[in-house]
């Protein structure tokens, strides 16, 4: 451990926040106008979500916000970062706002700012409007245009309110577990496709930012959430060097070398070249997409650790896709072997490892110097419950939490300009594919009841929010 300090103290402006998602949380699924988004579709197709569960409850977020603002302004935090469900606001992805369906998320945002909590808006959150789906999804080039439209509706509606605006969050998903992997909606094993995807979520992001100037004041800040990971190598050998870049530029290189740099890496268009001619990025795309941006959010919960796939390595090497037979997230990358990072895991078998997150701040300070950084998600699911008193205690997720907030502090003493951070989750919610079965909040759900209650994370993460220091790790 790196904390040397009894107590690690933050700059004073550093914003405490928590993160959410609108299918993960909402419920509500056929309320006023509200059409399926393609993970209606697919959590409602059989086999594809844990025990067949659903978000057409959820935590009933929509029915119940009041309280949970309420419960955010007794924690203390400072800032909210929630999704808006595009087929709740335009139910076909075109056309004209049902404005009763935006009417929710102006309720929600007045509550916030009237509790003294900034609200953040993630505009698009993995629920694309099956309609759109239908008409070929990300895979089409149409669908960032009509993404595009809905950002500046929302931003137009809303932009008076809000200033801190995230386009998309981890396109990586949607792009790679959508359509390659399979294994988050629409659920498609494409490789091609997925490739296709990843361009024309690399364009909404980028019409999108600028539909959201167009119509906002220019106070307001656009961002973009990318679930970065340090990609790490089993060892310093060149075939497995090779692998880790391959694997940087598939997970990294394919959103932020057009974000940041207004290219795509020459080494992922050759890697991948035998699956797609890239033919769909017309004149001008990377320029669009190329926005200046205010600030950069960062997802992170744990390294990647490859090597080539000749080699044996310590740990259990993992084929290139969760399953092969059906589908990969990693287009191309036949010759990488994928292992276990060493070391305590969490509930999900995500291997623990706050240092990579000092490594990915780094890196993005020296790609973009001086670029506002926010860690948009961070947080750790275990398996949760309430001891016969009621009181749910969650030590394990204070010490996950003590430990990624010390990385950051270290990162900013070295000279990094990270700005706020946002814990993943505030409740126990939909986990996508795993449903109900991971819990990630610092707010127990009793999914019985639905009943909320904060877990001693939440008391630990509030004295840290209202002091602006880390309590140590134990309660
Ligand atoms: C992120 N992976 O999802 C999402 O932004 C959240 O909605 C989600 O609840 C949270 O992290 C926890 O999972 C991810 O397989 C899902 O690499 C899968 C992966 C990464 C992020």
Redesign the pocket.
Known sequence: MTVSAPQVTFPRAFLWGA???AY?IEGAVREIGRTPSIWDTFSHTPGKTVGGETGDIAVDHYHRYRDDVALMAELGLGAYRFSVSWSRVQPTGRGPVVQRGLDFYRRLVDELLAHGIRPTITLY??DLPQDLENAGGWPQRETAFRFAEYAQLVGEALGDRVEQWITL??P??SAF?GYGAG??APGRTDAAASLRAAHHLNLAHGLGASALRSVMPARNTVAV?L?S?PVRTVSQDPADLAAGRKIDDLANGVFHGPMLHGAYPQSLLTATSSLTDWSYVHDGDLATINQPLDALGL?Y??P?LVSAASRTAAGRPRPGG?DRAAGT?WPGAEDVSFHQSPGERTE?G?TIDPAGLHELIMRYSREVPGLPLYVT?N?A?YDDKPDPDGRVHDPERIAYLHSHLSEIRRAIADGANVRGYYL??LLD????A?GYS?R?GVVYVDYATLARQPKSSAHWYSLAARTGKLPPPQV
């Open positions: 993160a959410t998602s993960q959150h993995w969050n981890e990586w998903c577990l294994v988050h959430s679930n990971c997802n919960y744990t990647t969760r997230p999900m995500w998600e947080g699911a993943w989750s919610n939909f986990e996508w795993h991971k990630f």
